[in-house]
């Protein structure tokens, strides 16, 4: 385990909210893959895995570089769920291969896929270790039908729980943090927010006003400003850090 305090010590939080996907459970592009082979399988399509992954991914990636203007929030087009955007990005491939797939199936099958993802080995653990010393929370750019079974299938119990979906706006904007901190009924200056991605977790959290919380696994390095307040590769290491602060 290592922690890295990159604002000196931080205040005791009241309370304490996590991102989901590759936060909480893992969410890997290897999984998916295998996703798609049983949408190739179920329709026979005439794709390999990887080449199905990479041309869905191009769509789906553009479509997370446009969903949100962080400069003129009202500039940014209506909200659109992952489902819906997904099965778009299934009927964009099926157009430019010519094929006659069906792009509702392959997006029902894509929802499916976020209600069964692999818990990391330490969460289950790191979450019992804060409950009764802080309030819980989670903020997941996710759809409802997926984040909330997910959350049930290990008995994971927070004290506000909300979706890109249920706020209709998708991290990092401002909108969806003020989405959660009314949840929790908890200032921004009293929480942390943990995370995995140094854009939407990272640099919403603070613009926002909160301590952020980096869960960096895979020992990347910060390329982008701002830098989290403080680091960790395990998420039992927040309680570790309340210990060290007196909490």
């Known amino acids: 385990m290592a922690v890295t305090l990159r604002s000196g010590q931080p205040e005791l939080p009241e309370a304490i909210a996590f991102d989901c996907y590759d936060t909480l459970f893992l969410n890997s592009h290897d ?3 295998v996703s ?11 794709l390999t895995p990887d080449e199905f992954w990479t041309r869905w ?5 553009n479509f997370r570089k446009i969903r949100t203007d962080l400069g003129r929030p009202y500039n940014s087009p209506p909200f659109k769920s992952y489902r819906r955007a997904w099965t778009e990005c299934f009927q964009q491939v099926f157009d430019d291969l010519n094929l006659d797939a069906d792009a509702n199936a392959a997006g029902d099958r894509a929802a499916l896929h976020m209600t069964d993802r692999p818990v990391f ?18 903020f997941s750019n996710a759809d409802d039908e997926g ?3 997910l959350l049930a299938s290990e008995g994971l119990e927070f004290d506000f729980v909300a979706s890109s979906q249920s706020a209709q706006v998708y991290k990092p904007a401002l909108a969806a943090f003020e989405h959660l901190y009314a949840g929790l009924e908890t200032d921004p200056k009293n929480i942390w927010y943990v995370g995995d991605k140094l ?9 926002s006003g909160a301590t952020t919380v980096w869960i960096n696994r895979n020992g990347e390095e910060v390329d982008r400003e701002p830098e989290p307040d403080i680091e960790i590769n395990d998420l039992r290491e927040i309680s570790e850090i309340l210990k060290h602060i007196g909490g």
């Not at 991914?57 to 990636?61: A, L, M, N, Q, T």
């Not at 854009?199 to 613009?207: E, I, K, N, P, T």
């Open 31 to 33: 999984d998916w893959k």
């Open 57 to 61: 991914r191009k769509y789906e990636v």
């Open 199 to 207: 854009f939407d977790d990272v640099l919403g959290g603070y613009r």
């Open 121 to 138: 080995p330490e969460t289950v653990e790191a979450l019992a270790l804060l409950k009764g010393r802080v309030k819980l929370g989670v």
């Open 147 to 149: 984040l909330l079974p």
């Open 36 to 46: 798609f082979a049983e949408i190739i399988e179920a329709q026979y399509l005439p």
